[in-house]
Protein backbone atom coordinates (compact mmCIF):
# COMPACT_ATOMS: atom_id res chain seq x y z
CA UNK A 1 0.00 0.00 0.00
CA UNK A 2 1.29 3.59 -0.90
CA UNK A 3 1.26 6.42 1.07
CA UNK A 4 0.45 9.96 -0.32
CA UNK A 5 0.85 12.54 1.71
CA UNK A 6 -0.87 15.87 1.01
CA UNK A 7 0.47 19.17 2.93
CA UNK A 8 -2.10 22.00 3.20
CA UNK A 9 -0.26 25.48 2.45
CA UNK A 10 -2.76 27.49 1.10
CA UNK A 11 -3.24 29.56 4.28
CA UNK A 12 -2.99 33.41 3.66
CA UNK A 13 -1.20 34.37 6.70
CA UNK A 14 -2.71 37.44 7.08
CA UNK A 15 -1.51 37.82 10.76
CA UNK A 16 1.81 37.11 9.99
CA UNK A 17 1.91 40.72 8.30
CA UNK A 18 4.73 40.07 5.98
CA UNK A 19 5.21 40.25 2.38
CA UNK A 20 6.42 36.59 2.40
CA UNK A 21 4.28 33.72 2.50
CA UNK A 22 3.58 32.08 5.61
CA UNK A 23 5.19 28.85 5.31
CA UNK A 24 8.33 30.53 4.47
CA UNK A 25 8.99 31.93 7.56
CA UNK A 26 11.56 29.53 9.47
CA UNK A 27 11.80 27.69 12.64
CA UNK A 28 15.24 26.99 12.91
CA UNK A 29 16.98 27.20 9.40
CA UNK A 30 13.97 25.68 7.74
CA UNK A 31 10.83 27.00 6.32
CA UNK A 32 7.66 25.95 8.23
CA UNK A 33 6.99 24.15 4.86
CA UNK A 34 10.00 22.57 4.70
CA UNK A 35 9.84 21.30 7.94
CA UNK A 36 6.39 19.37 6.88
CA UNK A 37 8.39 18.62 4.16
CA UNK A 38 11.28 16.96 5.76
CA UNK A 39 8.61 15.24 7.85
CA UNK A 40 6.85 14.11 5.45
CA UNK A 41 9.95 12.31 3.26
CA UNK A 42 10.99 10.76 6.28
CA UNK A 43 8.17 8.37 6.81
CA UNK A 44 9.01 7.40 3.19
CA UNK A 45 5.81 8.88 1.38
CA UNK A 46 5.16 7.60 -2.06
CA UNK A 47 4.13 11.08 -3.37
CA UNK A 48 4.12 14.22 -1.59
CA UNK A 49 1.56 16.86 -2.83
CA UNK A 50 1.80 20.51 -1.75
CA UNK A 51 -1.60 22.84 -2.08
CA UNK A 52 -0.70 26.52 -2.18
CA UNK A 53 -2.10 29.19 -2.38
CA UNK A 54 -1.88 33.09 -1.94
CA UNK A 55 2.07 33.77 -3.08
CA UNK A 56 2.53 30.17 -3.85
CA UNK A 57 4.77 31.38 -6.88
CA UNK A 58 6.92 32.56 -4.35
CA UNK A 59 6.66 29.37 -2.32
CA UNK A 60 7.23 27.07 -5.43
CA UNK A 61 10.39 28.78 -6.29
CA UNK A 62 11.79 29.29 -2.62
CA UNK A 63 11.32 25.46 -2.21
CA UNK A 64 12.24 24.41 -5.69
CA UNK A 65 14.09 21.53 -4.15
CA UNK A 66 11.22 19.86 -2.66
CA UNK A 67 10.48 16.26 -4.39
CA UNK A 68 6.42 17.06 -4.16
CA UNK A 69 4.19 17.71 -6.49
CA UNK A 70 2.51 21.52 -6.54
CA UNK A 71 -1.24 22.09 -6.46
CA UNK A 72 -2.31 25.00 -6.59
CA UNK A 73 -5.93 26.46 -4.79
CA UNK A 74 -7.46 29.28 -6.31
CA UNK A 75 -9.87 30.19 -4.02
CA UNK A 76 -8.84 29.74 -0.37
CA UNK A 77 -12.63 27.78 0.04
CA UNK A 78 -11.74 25.41 3.27
CA UNK A 79 -9.37 22.83 4.23
CA UNK A 80 -11.97 20.03 2.73
CA UNK A 81 -11.78 22.24 -0.64
CA UNK A 82 -7.96 22.68 -0.08
CA UNK A 83 -7.50 18.44 -0.07
CA UNK A 84 -9.94 18.43 -3.27
CA UNK A 85 -7.62 19.97 -5.36
CA UNK A 86 -5.09 17.42 -4.98
CA UNK A 87 -7.81 14.74 -5.33
CA UNK A 88 -6.91 13.44 -8.51
CA UNK A 89 -3.42 12.63 -7.26
CA UNK A 90 -4.37 10.40 -4.45
CA UNK A 91 -4.54 6.27 -5.86
CA UNK A 92 -7.92 4.44 -4.24
CA UNK A 93 -5.73 1.90 -2.56
CA UNK A 94 -3.22 4.45 -1.12
CA UNK A 95 -3.27 5.55 2.67
CA UNK A 96 -3.53 9.17 2.59
CA UNK A 97 -2.34 11.56 5.13
CA UNK A 98 -2.74 14.99 5.50
CA UNK A 99 -0.39 17.27 6.98
CA UNK A 100 -0.26 21.35 7.44
CA UNK A 101 2.41 23.30 5.98
CA UNK A 102 2.25 25.79 9.20
CA UNK A 103 2.83 23.18 11.83
CA UNK A 104 6.21 22.76 11.61
CA UNK A 105 7.47 20.36 14.70
CA UNK A 106 5.24 17.63 14.41
CA UNK A 107 6.94 14.23 15.90
CA UNK A 108 7.64 11.61 13.09
CA UNK A 109 6.66 8.83 16.00
CA UNK A 110 3.43 10.51 16.22
CA UNK A 111 2.43 10.12 12.56
CA UNK A 112 3.77 6.60 12.62
CA UNK A 113 1.22 6.08 15.16
CA UNK A 114 -1.26 7.48 13.96
CA UNK A 115 -0.51 5.92 10.78
CA UNK A 116 -0.78 2.45 12.83
CA UNK A 117 -4.56 3.38 13.41
CA UNK A 118 -5.55 2.54 9.66
CA UNK A 119 -4.01 -0.91 8.82
CA UNK A 120 -7.41 -2.23 9.68
CA UNK A 121 -9.09 0.52 7.24
CA UNK A 122 -10.66 2.88 10.04
CA UNK A 123 -10.04 6.54 9.89
CA UNK A 124 -6.84 7.53 12.20
CA UNK A 125 -7.37 11.10 13.74
CA UNK A 126 -4.66 13.01 15.50
CA UNK A 127 -6.09 14.96 18.61
CA UNK A 128 -4.85 17.06 21.66
CA UNK A 129 -5.94 17.77 25.12
CA UNK A 130 -6.39 21.70 25.38
CA UNK A 131 -6.64 23.63 28.59
CA UNK A 132 -7.58 26.35 25.96
CA UNK A 133 -9.28 24.32 23.23
CA UNK A 134 -10.37 28.17 21.56
CA UNK A 135 -10.29 28.35 17.83
CA UNK A 136 -9.97 24.49 17.76
CA UNK A 137 -12.53 22.44 16.09
CA UNK A 138 -13.80 19.53 18.95
CA UNK A 139 -13.98 16.07 18.81
CA UNK A 140 -17.62 14.98 19.50
CA UNK A 141 -17.70 11.63 21.19
CA UNK A 142 -20.84 9.03 21.87
CA UNK A 143 -21.51 7.26 24.77
CA UNK A 144 -19.17 4.96 24.58
CA UNK A 145 -16.43 7.28 23.87
CA UNK A 146 -16.71 6.60 19.95
CA UNK A 147 -16.24 9.56 17.67
CA UNK A 148 -19.14 10.72 16.15
CA UNK A 149 -18.12 13.75 14.32
CA UNK A 150 -16.19 17.47 14.30
CA UNK A 151 -17.85 20.30 15.03
CA UNK A 152 -15.63 23.81 14.35
CA UNK A 153 -15.96 26.50 17.04
CA UNK A 154 -18.03 28.77 15.09
CA UNK A 155 -20.70 25.86 14.59
CA UNK A 156 -20.76 24.58 18.22
CA UNK A 157 -23.07 24.82 20.98
CA UNK A 158 -22.00 26.23 24.09
CA UNK A 159 -21.90 22.20 25.33
CA UNK A 160 -19.70 21.41 22.74
CA UNK A 161 -17.37 24.14 23.52
CA UNK A 162 -16.85 23.03 26.18
CA UNK A 163 -15.21 19.73 25.15
CA UNK A 164 -11.52 20.08 25.61
CA UNK A 165 -10.14 17.48 23.27
CA UNK A 166 -9.25 19.76 19.96
CA UNK A 167 -9.23 18.83 16.34
CA UNK A 168 -5.34 18.78 15.26
CA UNK A 169 -6.34 18.55 11.52
CA UNK A 170 -3.69 15.75 10.61
CA UNK A 171 -5.82 12.66 9.93
CA UNK A 172 -4.83 9.22 8.04
CA UNK A 173 -7.46 7.17 5.77
CA UNK A 174 -8.02 5.48 2.60
CA UNK A 175 -8.02 7.53 -0.55
CA UNK A 176 -10.82 6.14 -2.07
CA UNK A 177 -13.26 6.68 0.61
CA UNK A 178 -11.56 10.12 1.35
CA UNK A 179 -12.21 11.25 -2.62
CA UNK A 180 -16.17 9.99 -2.34
CA UNK A 181 -16.59 11.96 1.32
CA UNK A 182 -14.97 15.00 -0.57
CA UNK A 183 -17.17 14.77 -2.92
CA UNK A 184 -20.45 14.98 -0.31
CA UNK A 185 -18.76 17.87 1.60
CA UNK A 186 -21.02 20.69 1.71
CA UNK A 187 -20.42 24.37 2.65
CA UNK A 188 -23.33 25.07 4.84
CA UNK A 189 -21.97 26.39 7.82
CA UNK A 190 -20.64 29.18 9.97
CA UNK A 191 -17.88 30.05 7.72
CA UNK A 192 -19.53 29.04 4.33
CA UNK A 193 -16.52 26.41 3.74
CA UNK A 194 -15.81 23.00 2.48
CA UNK A 195 -14.79 21.52 5.76
CA UNK A 196 -12.12 18.74 5.52
CA UNK A 197 -13.11 17.92 8.78
CA UNK A 198 -16.79 16.98 7.95
CA UNK A 199 -15.26 13.73 6.85
CA UNK A 200 -15.32 12.16 10.28
CA UNK A 201 -19.21 12.81 10.25
CA UNK A 202 -19.45 11.18 6.88
CA UNK A 203 -17.00 8.44 8.09
CA UNK A 204 -18.95 7.01 10.81
CA UNK A 205 -21.81 7.77 9.10
CA UNK A 206 -21.06 5.22 6.24
CA UNK A 207 -20.21 2.62 9.23
CA UNK A 208 -16.27 3.54 9.29
CA UNK A 209 -14.26 3.13 12.71
CA UNK A 210 -12.87 7.03 13.21
CA UNK A 211 -9.70 6.05 16.04
CA UNK A 212 -7.69 8.56 17.70
CA UNK A 213 -4.48 9.17 19.16
CA UNK A 214 -2.89 12.06 20.94
CA UNK A 215 0.11 14.10 20.28
CA UNK A 216 2.78 14.37 23.00
CA UNK A 217 1.66 18.15 23.69
CA UNK A 218 0.96 20.49 22.27
CA UNK A 219 3.69 22.43 20.62
CA UNK A 220 4.15 19.19 18.44
CA UNK A 221 0.78 20.44 16.92
CA UNK A 222 0.62 23.91 17.48
CA UNK A 223 0.57 26.11 13.87
CA UNK A 224 1.93 29.25 13.35
CA UNK A 225 -0.61 32.07 12.44
CA UNK A 226 1.27 35.34 13.61
CA UNK A 227 5.06 36.17 14.49
CA UNK A 228 4.47 35.61 18.68
CA UNK A 229 3.81 32.02 17.50
CA UNK A 230 6.75 31.71 15.34
CA UNK A 231 9.07 32.86 18.06
CA UNK A 232 7.30 30.71 20.38
CA UNK A 233 7.88 27.07 18.38
CA UNK A 234 11.76 28.55 17.28
CA UNK A 235 12.14 28.51 21.52
CA UNK A 236 10.45 25.02 21.63
CA UNK A 237 12.78 23.54 18.84
CA UNK A 238 15.62 25.27 20.98
CA UNK A 239 14.83 24.08 24.14
CA UNK A 240 14.68 20.54 22.05
CA UNK A 241 18.06 21.18 20.24
CA UNK A 242 19.53 21.69 23.56
CA UNK A 243 18.54 18.52 25.08
CA UNK A 244 19.77 16.56 22.69
CA UNK A 245 23.13 18.07 22.93
CA UNK A 246 22.73 18.10 27.35
CA UNK A 247 21.63 14.45 26.62
CA UNK A 248 25.46 13.62 24.06
CA UNK A 249 27.46 14.82 26.68
CA UNK A 250 27.83 18.73 25.92
CA UNK A 251 27.24 21.05 28.85
CA UNK A 252 25.53 24.62 27.79
CA UNK A 253 26.30 26.98 30.45
CA UNK A 254 22.53 28.47 29.41
CA UNK A 255 20.46 25.95 27.61
CA UNK A 256 18.33 29.14 26.58
CA UNK A 257 21.03 31.26 25.47
CA UNK A 258 21.94 28.34 22.54
CA UNK A 259 21.15 28.35 18.61
CA UNK A 260 21.35 25.66 16.20
CA UNK A 261 20.02 26.47 12.58
CA UNK A 262 20.98 23.12 11.35
CA UNK A 263 22.16 20.17 12.67
CA UNK A 264 25.24 19.53 14.95
CA UNK A 265 26.53 16.25 15.18
CA UNK A 266 28.85 15.25 18.69
CA UNK A 267 31.52 13.28 17.94
CA UNK A 268 32.63 13.26 21.46
CA UNK A 269 31.92 14.02 24.70
CA UNK A 270 32.51 17.13 27.51
CA UNK A 271 32.04 19.84 25.05
CA UNK A 272 30.99 23.05 26.97
CA UNK A 273 28.92 25.62 25.47
CA UNK A 274 29.14 29.43 26.77
CA UNK A 275 26.23 31.85 26.31
CA UNK A 276 25.08 33.51 23.31
CA UNK A 277 26.62 30.65 20.10
CA UNK A 278 24.91 30.46 17.31
CA UNK A 279 25.87 27.15 15.39
CA UNK A 280 24.69 27.17 11.58
CA UNK A 281 24.69 24.55 8.79
CA UNK A 282 25.93 21.15 9.17
CA UNK A 283 28.55 21.37 12.63
CA UNK A 284 30.70 18.78 13.53
CA UNK A 285 31.84 18.61 17.30
CA UNK A 286 34.71 16.69 18.80
CA UNK A 287 35.24 15.78 22.16
CA UNK A 288 36.16 18.67 24.53
CA UNK A 289 35.18 21.28 22.55
CA UNK A 290 35.27 24.68 24.72
CA UNK A 291 33.20 27.55 22.58
CA UNK A 292 33.31 30.74 24.23
CA UNK A 293 30.52 33.31 24.30
CA UNK A 294 29.22 35.25 21.42
CA UNK A 295 30.75 32.37 18.91
CA UNK A 296 29.22 31.19 15.39
CA UNK A 297 29.81 28.61 14.10
CA UNK A 298 28.41 27.71 10.30
CA UNK A 299 28.82 24.26 8.64
CA UNK A 300 32.58 23.23 10.22
CA UNK A 301 33.99 20.74 11.88
CA UNK A 302 35.79 21.43 14.79
CA UNK A 303 38.34 18.74 16.42
CA UNK A 304 38.95 17.31 19.92
CA UNK A 305 40.35 19.37 22.21
CA UNK A 306 39.94 22.60 20.33
CA UNK A 307 39.15 26.10 22.11
CA UNK A 308 37.47 28.89 20.41
CA UNK A 309 37.62 32.16 22.41
CA UNK A 310 34.53 34.65 22.97
CA UNK A 311 33.19 36.23 19.97
CA UNK A 312 34.95 34.21 16.79
CA UNK A 313 33.02 33.64 13.47
CA UNK A 314 34.35 30.85 11.85
CA UNK A 315 32.84 29.73 8.59
CA UNK A 316 33.14 25.78 6.24
CA UNK A 317 36.34 25.77 7.95
CA UNK A 318 38.05 22.48 9.68
CA UNK A 319 39.60 23.20 13.13
CA UNK A 320 42.36 20.46 13.88
CA UNK A 321 42.52 18.90 17.38
CA UNK A 322 43.62 21.05 19.85
CA UNK A 323 43.62 24.59 17.99
CA UNK A 324 43.47 27.09 20.10
CA UNK A 325 40.86 30.17 18.37
CA UNK A 326 39.98 33.82 19.13
CA UNK A 327 39.39 35.89 21.10
CA UNK A 328 37.10 38.12 17.77
CA UNK A 329 39.47 35.51 14.85
CA UNK A 330 37.53 35.32 11.62
CA UNK A 331 37.95 31.78 10.06
CA UNK A 332 36.44 31.84 6.62
CA UNK A 333 35.62 29.63 3.69
CA UNK A 334 38.14 27.10 2.92
CA UNK A 335 40.83 27.14 5.92
CA UNK A 336 41.62 24.29 7.29
CA UNK A 337 43.92 24.23 10.41
CA UNK A 338 46.39 21.17 11.05
CA UNK A 339 46.32 20.38 15.16
CA UNK A 340 47.42 22.93 17.79
CA UNK A 341 47.41 25.99 15.90
CA UNK A 342 46.90 29.35 17.32
CA UNK A 343 44.76 32.00 16.04
CA UNK A 344 44.61 35.12 17.88
CA UNK A 345 42.99 38.54 17.92
CA UNK A 346 41.68 40.42 15.01
CA UNK A 347 43.25 37.71 12.08
CA UNK A 348 40.77 36.54 9.61
CA UNK A 349 41.78 33.45 7.65
CA UNK A 350 40.22 32.84 3.99
CA UNK A 351 41.25 29.71 2.15
CA UNK A 352 44.00 28.99 3.79
CA UNK A 353 45.61 25.78 4.91
CA UNK A 354 47.55 26.41 8.23
CA UNK A 355 49.49 22.94 9.21
CA UNK A 356 49.91 22.13 12.60
CA UNK A 357 51.47 24.37 15.56
CA UNK A 358 51.67 26.96 13.56
CA UNK A 359 51.12 30.54 15.43
CA UNK A 360 49.38 33.69 14.07
CA UNK A 361 48.26 35.87 16.60
CA UNK A 362 47.64 39.08 16.42
CA UNK A 363 45.48 41.12 13.98
CA UNK A 364 46.56 39.42 10.41
CA UNK A 365 45.12 38.56 6.86
CA UNK A 366 45.98 35.17 5.60
CA UNK A 367 44.46 34.38 2.48
CA UNK A 368 45.02 31.86 -0.63
CA UNK A 369 48.20 30.68 1.34
CA UNK A 370 49.26 27.46 2.05
CA UNK A 371 51.27 27.89 5.53
CA UNK A 372 53.14 24.72 7.07
CA UNK A 373 53.95 23.57 10.15
CA UNK A 374 55.54 25.26 13.09
CA UNK A 375 55.23 28.75 11.15
CA UNK A 376 55.15 32.04 13.53
CA UNK A 377 53.38 35.22 11.52
CA UNK A 378 54.22 38.23 13.56
CA UNK A 379 51.53 40.70 14.08
CA UNK A 380 49.88 42.66 11.32
CA UNK A 381 51.32 40.54 8.83
CA UNK A 382 48.98 40.89 5.23
CA UNK A 383 48.99 38.55 2.48
CA UNK A 384 48.39 40.23 -0.54
CA UNK A 385 46.54 38.13 -2.71
CA UNK A 386 44.52 40.13 -4.97
CA UNK A 387 45.84 42.74 -7.81
CA UNK A 388 42.10 43.62 -8.38
CA UNK A 389 41.36 41.29 -10.65
CA UNK A 390 43.23 38.13 -10.01
CA UNK A 391 43.96 36.19 -7.05
CA UNK A 392 47.11 34.48 -6.15
CA UNK A 393 48.42 32.29 -3.79
CA UNK A 394 51.07 32.74 -0.90
CA UNK A 395 53.27 29.74 0.44
CA UNK A 396 55.11 30.13 3.53
CA UNK A 397 57.25 26.78 3.96
CA UNK A 398 57.57 24.84 7.34
CA UNK A 399 59.35 26.53 10.51
CA UNK A 400 59.26 30.54 8.81
CA UNK A 401 59.29 33.16 11.05
CA UNK A 402 57.76 36.20 9.46
CA UNK A 403 58.30 39.54 11.21
CA UNK A 404 55.28 41.91 12.13
CA UNK A 405 53.89 44.22 9.82
CA UNK A 406 54.93 42.41 7.05
CA UNK A 407 53.02 42.03 3.88
CA UNK A 408 53.54 39.00 1.05
CA UNK A 409 52.92 39.95 -2.20
CA UNK A 410 51.44 36.92 -3.89
CA UNK A 411 52.36 35.04 -5.78
CA UNK A 412 55.35 34.34 -3.20
CA UNK A 413 56.97 31.37 -1.46
CA UNK A 414 59.00 31.89 1.77
CA UNK A 415 61.20 28.59 2.15
CA UNK A 416 61.93 26.19 4.93
CA UNK A 417 62.73 28.16 8.08
CA UNK A 418 63.15 31.41 6.41
CA UNK A 419 62.87 34.70 8.70
CA UNK A 420 61.44 37.75 7.53
CA UNK A 421 62.47 41.20 9.16
CA UNK A 422 59.71 43.34 10.20
CA UNK A 423 58.20 45.43 8.09
CA UNK A 424 59.12 43.61 5.05
CA UNK A 425 57.81 44.20 1.93
CA UNK A 426 57.79 40.96 0.40
CA UNK A 427 57.55 40.87 -3.72
CA UNK A 428 60.00 37.82 -4.27
CA UNK A 429 60.92 34.41 -3.53
CA UNK A 430 62.62 34.70 -0.04
CA UNK A 431 65.22 31.51 0.71
CA UNK A 432 65.10 28.91 3.18
CA UNK A 433 67.43 29.38 6.51
CA UNK A 434 67.95 33.10 5.46
CA UNK A 435 66.71 36.43 6.53
CA UNK A 436 64.82 38.41 4.05
CA UNK A 437 63.96 41.90 4.62
CA UNK A 438 63.11 44.93 2.03
CA UNK A 439 63.18 47.76 4.59
CA UNK A 440 64.89 50.92 4.27
CA UNK A 441 68.04 50.92 6.79
CA UNK A 442 67.54 52.89 9.85
CA UNK A 443 69.48 56.13 9.88
CA UNK A 444 69.94 59.02 12.22
CA UNK A 445 70.22 62.61 11.24
CA UNK A 446 72.86 64.46 13.27
CA UNK A 447 72.90 68.22 14.20
CA UNK A 448 69.02 67.91 12.95
CA UNK A 449 66.92 70.42 15.03
CA UNK A 450 62.85 70.23 15.31
CA UNK A 451 61.58 73.52 13.79
CA UNK A 452 60.20 76.08 16.09
CA UNK A 453 56.87 77.92 16.06
CA UNK A 454 57.64 81.17 14.24
CA UNK A 455 57.05 84.45 16.11
CA UNK A 456 53.65 86.47 14.75
CA UNK A 457 54.55 89.96 13.87
C1 LIG B 1 -8.59 23.78 11.16
C2 LIG B 1 -9.64 22.71 11.46
C3 LIG B 1 -9.89 22.66 12.95
C4 LIG B 1 -8.60 22.40 13.70
C5 LIG B 1 -7.56 23.47 13.32
C6 LIG B 1 -6.23 23.12 13.91
C7 LIG B 1 -11.11 22.60 9.53
C8 LIG B 1 -12.42 23.02 8.97
N1 LIG B 1 -10.85 23.03 10.76
O1 LIG B 1 -9.17 25.00 11.53
O2 LIG B 1 -10.82 21.64 13.26
O3 LIG B 1 -8.84 22.44 15.09
O4 LIG B 1 -7.41 23.51 11.89
O5 LIG B 1 -5.33 24.14 13.66
O6 LIG B 1 -10.37 21.90 8.88
N2 LIG B 1 -5.78 25.73 4.27
C9 LIG B 1 -5.67 25.66 2.90
N3 LIG B 1 -6.71 26.07 2.14
C10 LIG B 1 -7.87 26.53 2.67
C11 LIG B 1 -7.96 26.59 4.07
C12 LIG B 1 -6.92 26.17 4.86
O7 LIG B 1 -4.64 25.24 2.37
O8 LIG B 1 -8.76 26.89 1.91
C13 LIG B 1 -4.65 25.25 5.09
C14 LIG B 1 -4.00 26.35 5.88
O9 LIG B 1 -2.90 26.91 5.16
C15 LIG B 1 -3.52 25.62 7.12
C16 LIG B 1 -4.54 24.51 7.29
O10 LIG B 1 -5.14 24.34 6.04
O11 LIG B 1 -2.25 25.04 6.93
C17 LIG B 1 -5.56 24.83 8.36
O12 LIG B 1 -6.23 26.01 7.98
P1 LIG B 1 -6.74 27.04 9.06
O13 LIG B 1 -7.46 28.14 8.39
O14 LIG B 1 -5.66 27.38 9.99
O15 LIG B 1 -7.82 26.12 9.78
P2 LIG B 1 -8.63 26.46 11.07
O16 LIG B 1 -9.83 27.25 10.69
O17 LIG B 1 -7.75 27.00 12.10
CA1 LIG C 1 -5.16 27.47 12.16
Known sequence: MSLEIII???????????????????VGHLSLLEHVYRLS????????????GHGGEAVRSALPHLAA?????????????AVMQAAD?????????????DVPLLQQSTVERLLGLTVDGSVGLLTVQLANPHGYGRIVRGQAGEVLRIVEERDAT??????????????????GRLKRWLSRLENRNAQGEYYLTDVIGLAVADGVAVRTTEADGIDEVLGVNDRQQLAHLERVHQAAWAVRLMREGVTLRDPARLDVRGDVQILGQDSEIDVNVILEGAVQLGARVRIG????????????????????IIERASVG????????????????????????????????RVAGHSKINHLSYVGDARVGAGVNIGAGTITCNYDGANKFETVIEDGAFIGSDTQLVAPVTVGRNATI????????????????????????VDGWRRPLKRQEG
Open 41 to 52: ASLAADKISIVY
Open 293 to 312: PGVVIRDSVIGDDVEILPHS
Open 421 to 444: GAGSTITKDAPPDALTLSRVRQLT
Open 158 to 175: PEERAIHEGNTGILALNG
Open 69 to 81: TWVEQKERLGTGH
Open 89 to 101: QIADDASVLILYG
Open 8 to 26: LAAGQGTRMRSALPKVLHR
Open 321 to 352: AGCRIGPFARLRPDTLLGEGVHIGNFVELKKA
